[in-house]
C-alpha cells in the first residue's frame, strides 16, 4: 500500500518534471498559431483566436528551398555515411582488420576535433574549387561529420551477430553475400535504420558549417531561421512558426525511434 | 581530425579472430575498411595540414597580396592574446557548466523514470522532446520568447524586468544548453540504472538496507560508469557549442559568453585575420589532443565494460 503512495507521489512529480521540460516547445507551437500582438503582449495571452498566418507568412519569405536543401543535404550525407560506415564497421568487427583498434580508434579521434579548426581551410578549398554554398559540399561534410559516429554505432550492432551461425554458414559454403544477405542483414537492419536516423537528424540540425558556408543557393533551414530574425518589428509569433516547421522533421523521427535514441548518441556504447 | 592522439590500451575486446594468411588475404579484410578510411583523411586531415601552413602565413584577407611568411610570429599574437585566454575559459565554463547541471538533472529525472507509473511513456516522450528541437531554433525560442525582457515568458510569468541576457550572461546559455542537454544524459543514466540488476537490490532491501543506502552504495557505484561516458560524450559535443552563442549573445556582452569556437569564428570572418585564426585553430586541436589522450582511455574502458556484459 506505502509502496502505491509513493509510486503516485514520484509519478505525479515525473509528469510535472516532464511538462515543466516541455513547456517551453508547447509555448513555441502555441505562439507560432497567435497573432503578432498577442505573441508580444505581457502578461502573456493564453486564450487567443489561433491563426495560420504566420505560417503563410513564413512560406510566403521561401522557406521551400531552404528546407529542400536541408532534405537533400541530409538524405544524400546520410546515405553516403552508412554505405561507407557499414563496409568499414564489419571490417572492424566481425572479420577485423590487423590494426582494428587503430583504425576505430582514429575515427572516434576525428569526432573530437572541433570543426572550428577546420572551418577556414574547407572555406578556402571550398573557393577555390568553386564550391561554396553548394549543397554537394555540405554532403561531403556532414558525411565526414558523421562517419565516426555511424562507423561506432554500426560495428556495435555487428558484434551482435552470432559468431556461431556464421561460421556455421561459411561451412555450409554459404559465400559473403549469401551470409549478409541470410544472416547478417536481418538481425542489423534495426541498427542500420537507427545509425541512419541519428545521422539524418545531426545533418538536418547543423548550423556551424551551414552557415559559413552556404548563402542564397545552397542555405539548409536553419540558415532560414537566423536569416529571417534580422526583420525589424514583431517577429515573434513568426519565428515560432518557422522555428516549428523546421523541428517538426526530427521531432516525429525522434518520437519513433526514442528506444534507439540512447544507443545512437552513446555511438553503441549504451544498449 | 588527426592521427596523432595517442592510442589508448587495446584491451577493448580481443579481435574476433587473429587476422591470418598471406598479404592478398589481408588486402581482402582490409577492403570494406578502404573507402570509409580514405574518405576521413581526406576530409579530415588535408584541411588539417593547410591550417598547419596557414599558420605560418602573415594572411589578413582584408590586404590582398601579401601573404608573408612569418613563422612561430602567430603563435605568439595568439597566445599572448587577452582575448583568447578568455575564451578558453569560457569554454571551459560553458562546457562544465552545461555538463554538471545536465547530469544533475538527467540522474533526478532518470531516478523518477526508473520507477514505475501510469502514462511512464508518454513522460519520457516529453522528456527527450528539448534534445529533438533544432538547436539553432532552440537557441532563438529561449531568447526571444523565454529570457526577453520585455514580452519573455520569464517575466511575464514572475513580473519584474530583469533583462535575463545582458544581467546573466553565460547563465542563459548555460540554462539553455542544459535544457537541451538534459535529455540526452537522462537516457544514458536511465539505460544504467535499468540494466542494474533487480535481485541483487531486492536481496538488499530484505537484508534491511535504506532506500538511500541502496542509492549510495549500489546505484551510484553501478552508475559511474555511465555517469563517466555521459560526461565525456556530453563534454565532446558541447565543447563546440556555436548555435547559443551565436544566436543568444553574440558572444557579449564584451567576451563574457565569448567561447573558443566562436573566438576563432570571429578571427576568420569578421576580423579576416586568416593566419592568427589558423594558429589558434592549432592551438585548440593541440589542446584537444591532450584532452581526447584522457578521453579514450576512458572510452576504451567504458567500451570494453560494455561489450562484455
Sequence with gaps: MNKRIGNTVWGTVAWIAGIVF???????????????????????????TPTLHQYEQVF???????????????????LLVVSLATPAAYALSLRPVAKWTDALFFFISTKMMPAVAALLPVYLLAKHLGMLDNIWTMVILYTAMNLPLAVWMMRSFLLEVPREVLEAGEVDGASLPTSIRKIIMPIVSPGLAATALICFIFAWNEFFLAVNLTATNAGTAPIFLV??????????????????????????????AQNKLVRGLSMGAVK | MTTMVARPDERIQPPVRPTRGGPRERWIRRAPLLPALVFAIVITQIPFLYTLYLSTLHWNALKPGKHKFIGFDNYVTVLTDERLRAALVNTVILTAGAVIFSMILGLGLALLLDRSFVGRPIVR???????????IAAALLWKHAIFNPA???????????????????????????????????????LAGLQSQSTEVIEAARVDGAKPWQIFRWMTLPHLRQYLELGGLLGSIYLVNTFDAVFSITQGGPGTATTNLPYEIYLTTFRKFEYGEASAAGVIVVLLTIIV?????????SLFRIEEHR
Design chain 2, 292 to 300: 581526447a589522450t584522457f578521453a579514450l582511455r576512458v572510452i576504451s
Design chain 2, 151 to 189: 514580452y519573455g515568458l520569464i517575466n511575464g510569468i514572475f513580473g519584474g524586468s530583469t533583462d535575463w541576457i545582458s544581467s546573466y550572461p553565460k547563465g542563459a546559455v548555460i540554462t539553455t544548453l542544459v535544457w537541451q542537454w538534459t535529455p540526452f544524459m537522462m537516457l544514458i543514466l
Design chain 2, 125 to 135: 516522450t516529453l522528456l527527450i522532446t528539448p534534445f529533438l528541437v533544432m538547436p
Design chain 1, 227 to 256: 536569416g529571417f530574425i534580422s526583420s525589424e518589428g514583431l517577429f515573434l509569433a513568426r519565428l515560432c512558426a518557422a522555428a516549428t516547421l523546421v523541428s517538426l522533421p526530427v521531432l516525429i523521427a525522434g518520437w519513433v
Design chain 1, 60 to 78: 510566403d519569405r521561401n522557406i521551400t528551398p531552404f528546407l529542400l536543401n536541408s532534405l537533400m543535404a541530409s538524405v544524400f550525407s546520410t
Design chain 1, 22 to 48: 516541455v513547456f517551453p516547445v508547447i509555448w513555441m507551437v502555441l505562439t507560432s498559431f497567435k497573432q503578432e500582438e498577442a505573441a508580444a503582449s505581457n502578461p502573456p495571452a493564453w486564450v487567443f
